[in-house]
């Protein structure tokens, strides 16, 4: 299948800090995904992008797509305990599967 | 948001049988249901994605005779892995396409002895 590329892997960060993770494809999306996984649970959907260079904003996360719509990047602004867990972009190129990145498990230490 | 149930949430097995997971979306109509494998601290894997009404579409490496798919009505899809081996000990999750969203089912854990 496709591949998505995401990173960093972990990223261990002081409550307060910024965060951000980004994924990567080498061919063209029509769609980005981004959702969220805490331990133990299920992935919960955060957001959708689709157009080329499309910003979207939800209280402290940014979401960015990419001009070539081939990235994307979530961006976290200070940082609270509860932003803990795995962050997965879920990327398709056709409007109709998606192909997750491997995901970005947040920490935040308190 | 919407529901998604799968059941059973837990299974074990024998090496040679098979295993059947449904998946539900409780509070609302699916066309379109997605089926991922999970391992351990990694990230999910699409086998294939469930139409309604239609055959399943594998991804690349999917034996579609092992993980046999069927999406028989609006609100269920059903994932049965048939002689199932000890590889195939994972988390299966699936989701059910709401609009643009995937809401996804808690998942099952499958361990063949």
């Known amino acids: 299948g496709q591949q998505v590329m995401q990173i960093p892997q972990y990223q261990h960060v002081q409550e307060g800090e910024d965060f951000t993770t980004y994924c990567n494809s080498s061919t063209t999306l029509s769609n980005i995904q981004w959702y969220k996984q805490r331990p133990g649970g299920h992935p919960v959907f955060l957001i959708q992008?689709?157009?080329?260079?499309e910003v979207k904003k939800q209280k402290r996360l940014t979401f960015q797509f990419g001009e070539a719509k081939k990235n994307s990047s979530l961006h976290i602004t200070a940082t609270q305990t509860t932003d803990v867990g795995t962050y997965f972009c879920?990327?398709?190129?056709?409007?109709?599967?998606?192909?997750f990145g491997s995901g970005t498990k947040l920490n935040v230490k308190p | 948001g919407a529901v998604v149930s799968q059941h059973p949430s837990r299974v074990i097995c024998k090496s040679g049988t098979s295993v059947k997971i449904e998946c539900r979306s409780l509070?609302?109509?699916?066309?379109?249901m997605f089926w991922y494998r999970q391992f351990p601290k990694k990230s999910l894997m699409l086998m294939a994605t469930s139409n309604e009404g239609s055959k399943a579409t594998y991804e690349q490496g999917v034996e579609k005779d092992k993980f046999l798919i069927n999406h028989a009505s609006l609100t269920l899809s059903t994932l049965t892995v048939t002689s199932a081996h000890p590889e195939d000990s994972s988390f299966y999750i699936c989701?059910?396409?709401?609009?643009?969203?995937?809401?996804f089912g808690p998942g099952t854990r499958l361990t063949v002895l």
């Open positions: 879920a990327a398709s190129y056709n409007f109709n599967k998606f192909y």
């Open positions: 992008l689709v157009k080329s260079g």
């Open positions: 509070d609302f109509q699916a066309t379109t």
């Open positions: 989701s059910a396409l709401g609009g643009n969203e995937q809401f």
